[in-house]
T-cell receptor, first 116, second 112 residues
Framework: DTGVSQDPRHKITKRGQNVTFRCDPI?????LYWYRQTLGQGPEFLTY????????KSRLLSDRFSAERPKGSFSTLEIQRTEQGDSAMYLC??????????????FGPGTRLTVT | AQSVTQLDSHVSVSEGTPVLLRCNYS??????LFWYVQHPNKGLQLLLKYTSAATLVKGINGFEAEFKKSETSFHLTKPSAHMSDAAEYFC??????????FGSGTRLQVQP
């Protein structure tokens, strides 16, 4: 399968614990995005990378959240000191950029986080 | 700044009848517009996209959408609904920064 993959698919953690999610984009895609989706809502943008550079972070991304893409391939999203309000589906997407044109984003299946 | 408003949170149709899911957008730039579909427990799938070429865009599974700049609308239609079309549909705008802004979604229910 050559689509976007995410791991784990589900994570249950206790409040105050740290969690880390991984995203593997489609191999030739140089842009990688993270979104968060809560129940009954559309996904909301968190951050994105072009290759290994993190180009933008949303105001939603508090200082407890950090994302990396060290070699411009896979990315990790870490949440420190989780809170119940962090419970959501975390989605990763990737897209190619050719010249100045950016194409549609392809989404992974998501990681569902439940904070108890 | 950009935003999307999906005018109906739920739409129910009978199998074989037309589908209309309504979307209005706001963007400071010439937008790219998309419709994505999300089936239960599955990832988001791109249905179609508009990127300033033809205003009538055809997508997968018989869906199409028409970009109307004067009305700032991008409604999704399908001539004949199928049971497998039941899902959550998101209208999406991509502006200058390329991150996507999603609408709140429309849940399509298809009755037998």
């Amino acid at each position: 399968d050559t689509g976007v993959s995410q791991d784990p698919r589900h994570k249950i953690t206790k409040r105050g614990q740290n969690v880390t999610f991984r995203c593997d984009p489609i191999s030739e895609h140089n842009r990688l995005y993270w979104y968060r989706q809560t129940l009954g809502q559309g996904p909301e943008f968190l951050t994105y990378f072009q290759n290994e550079a993190q180009l933008e972070k949303s105001r939603l991304l508090s200082d407890r959240f950090s994302a990396e893409r060290p070699k411009g391939s896979f990315s990790t999203l870490e949440i420190q000191r989780t809170e119940q309000g962090d419970s959501a589906m975390y989605l990763c997407a990737s897209s190619p950029t050719i010249g100045t044109e950016t194409y549609e984003q392809y989404f992974g299946p998501g990681t569902r986080l439940t904070v108890t | 700044a950009q935003s999307v408003t999906q005018l109906d949170s739920h739409v129910s149709v009978s199998e074989g009848t037309p589908v209309l899911l309504r979307c209005n957008y706001s963007s400071s730039y010439s937008p790219s517009l998309f419709w994505y579909v999300q089936h239960p427990n599955k990832g988001l799938q791109l249905l179609l996209k508009y990127t300033s070429a033809a205003t009538l865009v055809k997508g997968i599974n018989g869906f199409e959408a028409e970009f109307k700049k004067s009305e700032t609308s991008f409604h999704l239609t399908k001539p004949s609904a199928h049971m497998s079309d039941a899902a959550e549909y998101f209208c999406v705008v991509s502006g200058q920064r390329r991150a996507l802004t999603f609408g709140s979604g429309t849940r399509l229910q298809v009755q037998p």
